[in-house]
């Protein structure tokens, strides 16, 4: 639903109870949208720092044991820090 901000300050409390029930709510002032109201939730969502793998893992499955994450930084470290080797496309004639 759009808003005009005269109408969505006058009635903050439906704009708020609009969110929760149909999601997101534009305000618009002189009908260019200027705002989004959203839920804390999804702005969370939205705003979360970026995690790495491992620790996207580590928070999906509660947690590792000190072996596998003993086992997983050896792998990191063993990982090729190299540049692919070069290849002359010119020679495939």
Do not use: C, N
């Amino acid at each position: 639903m759009r808003w005009q901000v005269q109408e969505a300050k006058q009635r903050f409390s439906e704009v708020l109870r609009a969110v929760e029930a149909e999601g997101p709510q534009t305000i618009t002032r002189h009908g260019d949208e200027v705002a989004v109201v959203i839920d804390v939730a999804e702005y969370r969502r939205l705003v979360r720092p970026d995690i790495s793998f491992v620790d996207r893992l580590l928070v999906t499955f509660g947690g590792l044991d000190d072996e596998t994450a003993d086992v997983i930084d050896e792998v990191e470290a063993e990982r090729a820090r190299s540049q692919p080797r070069e290849f002359d496309f010119t020679e495939l004639s």
